[in-house]
């Protein structure tokens, strides 16, 4: 068992979770800590300083949305990865205002949890910003503007429909990630029906369309065969 | 009949003052007549249905307001069980997720048991169902919550794309959808609504077409315009839906004699149900089992809102 990828700091009020949770990370490699509520949590952050807290948000006393704002307040850019059951449009607001890195829907498996720790863990190594709180995004020849909800091709701005552009925000939030259908609709459309992932492929028509982008030698938008998409384009924050 | 009395308030002010004037001496005569039984049977009778129109109009107020109540409380107590239904998930959340990873956690302690292997794959697959069908039930609550944005769709299209992925599917990859559309005196127009809500509402219904019927049974989409609306009608020459399930296969959870032994939770059509709801329009469906079975689902859905 190699230890070591890192420190984890569990913020959740069920206790079950923190024990079944914590056991699975550590056989993973980390160093895991919990804490059952938002006091304790702030705390353990400033004495640990783990590489990356994963926040439950509803719980008693001091929730997951307030600890996240009083670290950010602290000027603390610790990688935090929300634990909620949240829409689409609750989650983007949460994104925008507070700055969390990443979000994982209840009920979920320790699998998927792993995979989202590792994404995100692996773009602070490379030094790179979070992408998750930044206002504009941009990738070769494109700039989203998330506030506007804007999209600027080659300086131009072009039109989305609005799902489209929810679609392109969250691929450019997590380049690089293979994004299956059942995620996509889950974080965009806030569904959980596996078998409507003909919306999704809609939409990435349209956006293939849009950033004249041939699935054939992408640029941008990477077909998994049999697994989903993947933004493959290098993603920045624009100065 | 206490909220009526003030309709005999005219007759008590005459009486008073036909009493008065009488007894001061002042009834002076204004108009002489002489009215024969005949005018004293006929103004009775006038009088008669004055007050019969009174009586009348006095009831139909009182049965609109009834009305009005009866809807205002299936407002709320629908409102009360999707909120019923959010607090259940809510609840739900927590243990499934335990459960989940705990079994993530097992699979890999025990990975030098594979006898445990297919325990655990079991256990796994359904504490997803688990899973699924909270999210699901969830989905169907916060329709409830959800405002909507409605655009024109093509149905046209719509369905088409939807014939095309739910024959991509594993289980139906031989199977066939015929899609009729009409065409004159004119193809059919675009509906308001939500594109995605339509695409769940019309994809549940043909999986359901394609789930009770077989490779030699006939499944077909007819598309068109009718008097302000659009008319879809989704045929099968399944198994059919026996008569005692009718009225109730659009409640969520509900699974009929059929329904045994299939995949499902029984929400598909609940679902279906709700979102032609929000858009204003109305299913119903036909079945015949045993002889000749078959069942067909029709949709209706307005032109404008």
Known sequence: MSTNKGSLLLVDDEEDILTVLSSFLERSGFKVSTAANGELALKKIEQENPDLVVLDILMPGLDGREVLRRLRQRSSITPVIMLTRVGNATERALALEEGADDYLNKPFDAHELLARINAVLRRVKAGEPSLASAWELVSENICLDRRERALFVNNKQVLLTPKAFDLLEFMMVHPGELLTRERLLESVWGWEYPLVTRTVDARIVELRRVLQDDPSIPVYIETVPGNGYRFIAAVGIKK | MKKYSYLLIPLGIGLLFDIFLHWTGHANLVLSARFDIGHVILVLGALSSLFLFVYWLGRFNNQKKTGLEIEKNRNLAQQEHHRFLKRLNHELKNPLTTMLSGLSLLDDMLKDKPEAGDLLVLLTNNTRRLSVLTDNINQLAEFNERSFEFVPVDLNRLLKEIIAAVLELPDYQERRIEFQIQK???????????????????????????????????????????????????????????????????????????????????????????????????????????ENSGTVFTVHLPLSL
């Open chain 2, 184 to 290: 004159a005196p004119w193809l059919p127009h675009s509906v308001p609504g939500d594109e995605d809500l339509l695409t769940l509402a019309f994809y549940n219904l043909l999986e359901n077409a394609l789930k009770y019927s077989g490779q030699g049974d006939i499944i077909e989409v007819r598309l068109r315009e009718s008097n302000k609306s659009l008319q879809v009608e989704i045929a099968d020459t399944g198994c059919g839906i026996p008569e005692e399930d009718l009225p109730y296969i659009f409640k969520e959870l509900y699974r009929g004699k059929t329904a045994q032994g299939k995949q499902g939770e029984g929400l598909g059509l609940a679902i279906s149900k709700q979102v032609i709801d929000l858009h204003q329009g109305t299913i119903e469906v036909q079945s015949h089992t045993g």
